[in-house]
Structure formats: C-alpha cells, structure tokens
C-alpha cells in the first residue's frame, strides 16, 4: 500500500536504471492502451523511443522506481510519462513533472493519446491546456501545452 504522504525523489537516470525503466514502459502500456495489440510492445521499445532524450525517475522514500519522464529539450516537450499503476494517483507524476528542468517558467508541450481518459484529466489538472490534435498509431491525441496559469 502507497501512502498518501509519499516523500518522493526525482533525479537523473542512470545506466543501471534502464532495464527497470523498460519493464515500466512496457507493463504500463500494456496495461493502460488496452486498445493496442499488446504484441506491438517490447521492452526495447524504450531505448529506441528515447534516442537523445533526457530521462528523469522518480523514487519513492524506500529507493523504488515509481515512474519516469522523458523530455525532448530543445523543443521542451514531454515525450513520456510513465508511473506504475501502484503508485498511480498518490503525486508521482505530479512530482516528476514539477521537477523538470525550469518548469515555473517553460511551456512544455506533450501529446496525450484521447482514449487515455485519465491522463487527459491530470494533465489538465496540472494546468495543460489542449492547443491541437492529430493521430497516431495508438489513436487520436490531443496536443497540450503548459499554460501560464497553473493549478498547483
């Protein structure tokens, strides 16, 4: 069981953090894109998808990966967000994301895949607003931005 008085830490991925980081990409999307074939997804998937990205994880008060963000930065845009479905709800994500890098003053970007209902919702709790939309092979998304006010 997760406390709600979580103490988290967001740092830097190291080398030794990619193998676990891969196994919560891969068990979170097969997990949550229920309407994607679950054979499309492999544990490679998150070295070839984060090719020159800079990742950062989030631990909980005992050293246990929670959960990881990706970020492209020369676009300032959030390319991942991934928390395991245990420690989903408890500030994971919200920690993460209000650790990158400037993020009082940036105006990062993301894309959040439609059908995933409940990311939409915090992402728009944590003050994205929906500034476009497109299609990807998981399905349609919606392009969100930071907005100058936010909610927390």
């Not at 008085?5 to 991925?13: D, F, K, L, N, V």
């Not at 990881?68 to 500030?91: N, R």
């Not at 607003?129 to 907005?147: P, V």
Request: net charge neutral; glycine share 8%.
């Amino acid at each position: 069981m997760i406390s709600r008085s979580e103490t988290w830490t967001i740092r830097p991925a190291r080398e030794q953090d990619m193998p676990p980081l891969a196994e919560i990409y891969l068990r979170v999307r097969r997990e949550t894109f229920l309407w994607v074939d679950p054979g499309r997804f492999s544990l490679e998937d998150l070295a070839i998808h984060t090719t020159g990205e800079r990742l950062f994880v989030c631990e909980d008060g005992h050293g246990m990966i929670a959960g990881f963000a990706a970020i492209w930065e020369p676009d300032d845009f959030i390319h991942m967000l991934y928390i395991l479905p245990a420690f989903q709800g408890h500030g994971a994500g919200k920690a993460l994301l209000t650790a990158l890098p400037d993020w009082k003053s940036r105006r990062y970007r993301l894309k959040c895949l439609v059908k995933n209902t409940r990311a939409m919702a915090f992402y728009q709790a944590m003050g994205f607003e929906i500034i476009g939309d497109g299609a990807s092979a998981e399905g349609d998304y919606k392009e969100m931005r930071l907005g100058n006010s936010r909610s927390f």
